[in-house]
């Protein structure tokens, strides 16, 4: 975003209008930490959070019409309504989201309702225990995570399910984020501030 050279590790913004996360330095980056202003560009959190207990049992997650076993959900707010993408060999897609499902869930988990729009996203798995049904689990995480871990599964995938290769990747990753997040409570979401994003 500007001339400032930008390391291995650096932060996102959101380009609100075509949907593209640019690379940004810390003072640009800074810029765009306020969700309330009408900016072209939204800083991309670095919040992780974990949410007890079990947020989507078999029925919920077959309500929200998921047809593999991980997406991640977020807010789009040029279309004012939730979008869920799961991935696959072809990148990230767009699955339709049932609204009075979503609707549902919020209801049931308020604590969910914490991710704040465009750049954090719900990020849900689940995995088959033997009996059908699986277990599923649920974190907030940065939206450029959940595209991260997109590109590194679209490039390792083989076949119908990805392969042994694309699932040691989704485990790895889901380990990383079990380390960093930290478990969520039901306060709605509030705008980044640097002290919060630097854990």
């Known amino acids: 975003m500007c001339a400032v050279p930008v390391g291995a590790e ?7 209008e075509n949907r593209s996360l640019l690379c940004s330095c810390r003072a640009c980056w800074l810029l765009f930490t306020d969700d309330g202003a009408r900016l072209r560009y939204r800083a991309v959190p670095e919040r992780y959070l974990t949410f007890d207990g079990p ?19 977020f807010r789009n707010s040029a279309q004012e309504r939730v979008v869920a993408f799961y991935p696959g060999p072809a990148g990230a897609t767009e699955s ?17 309702a914490t991710v704040r729009p465009d750049v ?11 009996g059908g049904a699986g ?8 939206i ?24 040691a990747a989704m ?3 889901f380990a990383r984020i079990d380390a960093r997040a930290r478990p969520a409570d039901a306060r709605p979401a509030t705008a980044p501030t640097a002290a919060e994003d630097v854990s």
């Open 120 to 130: 954090e996203a719900l990020l849900v798995r689940r995995t088959a225990d033997g």
């Open 171 to 173: 485990d790895s990753f």
């Open 96 to 112: 339709e989201l049932p609204l009075a499902a979503w609707t549902a869930l919020l209801t049931a988990r308020p604590e969910l």
């Open 135 to 142: 277990a599923a689990s649920c974190h907030l995480v940065p």
């Open 10 to 16: 650096h932060q996102h913004v959101v380009a609100l």
């Open 55 to 73: 947020p989507l049992d078999a029925r919920a997650w077959d309500e929200l019409e998921i047809p593999v076993g991980l997406a991640f959900l």
């Open 144 to 167: 450029d995570a959940c595209y991260e871990l997109v590109g590194r599964l679209r490039a390792v995938w083989r076949g119908f399910d990805g392969g042994q290769e694309a699932h």
